[in-house]
């Protein structure tokens, strides 16, 4: 399946249904998270079976049910950890939809993880996967003007990249994000202030490039 498509199908999901993942799906997620911790220096840990962290307070009410299966996403400390691991963790979350999954990005709704978080690192938030009760529904989106500086004379690639930055989930739904095409031709994007917003922009800025086809420079 074309991965715009993928992403227009998407959407968070926080009830789940009593269905283990099966070996194949986890053969899948083990060696994806296994390369982009391997190139990436990151310590991303996938935990399958594990009701615990979901049966809180917290994630009763974040509405959580039926969560055994979550991805805590933990690296070394660096102002730019956050958006790193945005960026990555919609690689992901997109590659659990291509296998027939669901998922939810989770930031405070949840009880302690597994993960095993060493010195000098940070679990920054984590992603809850499995069969979903339901596909979830579409957000609403802000309009093309409200997340970049468009003009009728923008090339095609930046509308495309633009077309999937608008499909990214964000915290909250809060999409604040903002690129700018520039005049020799690249991109800036930044993110407002707000809950969780740097990750916003790692997943943002993710979807971007997928659609666009073109990298950003960090």
């Keep these: 399946m074309e991965i715009l498509e993928l992403m227009k199908q998407r959407h968070s999901v926080r009830q789940y249904k009593n269905i283990a993942i099966d070996s194949k799906q986890r053969t899948v997620l083990n060696q994806l998270i296994e390369k982009i911790n391997n190139e990436e220096g990151l310590h991303i840990q996938i935990f399958y079976d594990e009701p615990k962290c979901f049966d809180s307070i917290m994630a009763h009410y974040g509405k959580f049910t039926g969560v055994k299966n979550y ?20 690689n992901i979350v997109l590659k659990i939809q291509e296998l027939g999954l669901n998922s939810c990005w989770v930031a405070m709704t949840h009880g302690k993880s597994k993960a095993d978080v060493c010195r000098g690192e940070k679990q920054i938030c984590l992603i809850v996967f499995g069969y979903g009760e339901t596909q979830g529904t579409p957000h609403k989106s802000k309009s093309l003007q409200a997340v ?3 003009t009728e004379n923008m090339p095609e690639w930046f509308l495309n990249g633009m077309e999937a930055a608008l499909l990214a989930p964000t915290a909250m739904n809060q999409q604040k994000f903002f690129f700018q095409y520039l005049a020799d031709g690249t991109i800036s994007a930044v993110c407002g202030k707000g809950f969780y917003t740097k990750v916003d922009l790692g997943i943002v800025k993710y979807h971007f490039e997928i659609g666009s086809g073109r990298k950003l420079s960090s």
């Design 148 to 150: 970049c500086n468009h």
């Design 71 to 90: 991805i805590a996403l933990v690296g070394k400390k660096s102002p730019k950890l956050d958006e790193i691991l945005g960026y990555y963790g919609e």
